[in-house]
């Protein structure tokens, strides 16, 4: 019995795209092709982790041209490099500014000097933005590795997108077939959409927080 999560979020039928890789590399240029293409990023969706198949498909061995049409394989949203890039210069950008605004207001409080004032924050800022940048770059990168390591890469890479006209729908079969992909091919499917699939799902924003529903009796 294949078992997995009842945590449905919402259901919906759609129409897509889809395809198997065995180069990360090319499943990667070739969902980057999309995006050039017009192809929304919220429409690619990728494999999930090896773990997460395995436990949502109950340890089956199952041809990853088949997990294709299946609306239990796990996914989970292309993150682009410039996804990576975005959030390392919000997040530099508001750590750093936190940073130089709570140092300089320290030292006006301690009638430091201007021109000190301005150096300390300034160089406060950057620190603890580049802290914060490099922290941010390791999280998602691993986040974006996700379902594409070398294991995953062997059984197969899946690749998931969402068509809304038949001229796109024949643009994205001939990306992804340029691409070397595999049993490329168009379904219609009924998706559930689950917490687990969401971005950054694992991200626990307070720490102090265990990891029980919370509003439940």
Not at 43 to 54: K, M, N, P, T
Not at 126 to 140: D, E, H, K, N, S
Not at 186 to 197: C, M, P, Y
Request: hydrophobic share 45%; glycine share 6%.
């Amino acid at each position: 019995m294949i078992a997995f999560s009842e945590d449905i979020l919402d259901r919906m039928r759609t129409r897509e795209v889809t395809g198997v890789f065995h180069s990360r590399k090319a499943l990667i240029d070739a969902a980057e092709e999309l995006l050039v293409a017009g192809i929304d990023r919220a429409d690619i969706d990728v494999s999930a982790s090896v773990d997460e198949l395995d436990r949502r498909l109950n340890y089956q061995s199952i041809p990853a041209a088949d997990l294709t049409d299946m609306p239990i394989t796990p996914r989970q949203s292309f993150l682009g490099i410039d996804d990576v890039q975005s959030a390392e210069a919000i997040a530099g950008s508001i750590a750093g500014c936190i940073a130089a605004i709570a140092v300089a207001a320290t030292l006006v409080a301690r009638g430091t000097e201007p021109l000190y004032v301005g150096i300390l924050s300034i160089l406060s800022g950057l620190i603890v933005g580049g802290i914060a940048v490099t922290r941010v770059r390791r999280r998602l990168y691993r986040e974006r590795a996700l379902g594409l390591e070398k294991q995953s890469e062997w059984q197969g890479l899946l690749i998931w997108v969402r068509v809304r006209s038949p001229e796109k729908e024949a643009e994205a079969q001939e990306i992804l077939t340029r691409h070397a992909g595999q049993a490329v091919h168009v379904h219609e499917i009924d998706l559930a959409s689950r917490s687990e699939d969401l971005p950054l799902h694992s991200l626990r924003v307070d720490p102090w927080l265990g990891n029980e529903r919370l509003g439940r009796p």
